[in-house]
């Protein structure tokens, strides 16, 4: 019997929701992977302002739950509050360090907090330094088509910022603010930027996106236990 893999992935909000359930989902599946977007719990809020102790709670919920099933996440930085060690990795520049520090940061609380739960292997942080629109940017030509919008205004954001993954770097020019001024505000996300998204796909976005990719290398090789 080939061995199966599930996955629990707490999701900051509807976009990434869909975009696990529309693109990871058949994506992982074909790799005896099954991967589930759950909604950060907190009564009231949906997406932003995710603080550590809020995501704590569900990351202990569901790693109590089942013994055989894996957690990850897929929170936007610039949506985190109160974690540790964020006001250093505010303080790097590059993504990968960005990523590196608060990621690392993440899994060590967690392994402290719930040492009895094998967290170590069963808990893969993903504190992503991008917003979801970033991953876009990995198809410049199929962007502009989905916008209807010249290429060349694509071409020049990624020559400024050298690739998606470097785009967010302030609350006025990330990503989706970009393609919002673009589209005159007609940019929505959780519809014609999933319908983007399938049109990429997810191994364009792995190739442009080294975060991204190191994420879903860490997923897919938790089957053989290579993780």
């Not at 509807?14 to 099954?34: A, D, G, V």
């Not at 099933?69 to 303080?91: C, H, P, S, V």
């Not at 399938?198 to 236990?225: A, D, R, T, V």
Request: net charge neutral; charged share 30%; glycine share 6%.
């Amino acid at each position: 019997m080939s061995e199966i893999i599930e996955i629990m992935a707490i999701v900051e909000g509807s976009t990434e929701r869909n975009f696990i359930k529309e693109l990871l989902q058949p994506y992982l599946s074909k790799k005896n992977i099954f991967i589930t977007p759950i909604m950060a719990s907190k009564a009231g809020q949906k997406g932003g302002d995710i603080k550590f102790t809020r995501i704590k709670k569900d990351i202990e919920i569901h790693l109590k739950q089942r013994s055989d099933i894996y957690i990850t996440l897929m929170i936007d930085f610039y949506g985190i509050a109160e974690w540790k060690n964020l006001d250093e990795a505010r303080q790097r520049n590059s993504p990968s360090d960005k990523a590196n520090i608060i990621n690392k940061a993440i899994q060590e609380e967690i392994e402290k907090l719930l040492p009895a739960y094998n967290s170590k292997k069963r808990f893969i942080p993903y504190v992503s330094i991008h917003e979801f629109e970033a991953l876009l940017f990995s198809n410049s030509d199929l962007l502009a088509k989905g916008l209807n919008i010249d290429i060349n205004n694509i071409e020049k954001i990624l020559s400024e910022c050298g690739e998606p993954e470097m785009i967010n770097n302030s609350e006025n020019t990330a990503p989706s603010k970009r393609l919002d001024l673009l589209t005159n505000n007609k940019f929505k996300k959780t519809i014609t930027g999933i319908e983007i998204a399938k049109s990429i796909g997810i191994e364009k976005m792995k190739e442009k996106c080294p975060l991204f990719k190191n994420w879903l290398c860490s997923i897919e090789g938790l089957i053989g236990g290579n993780n």
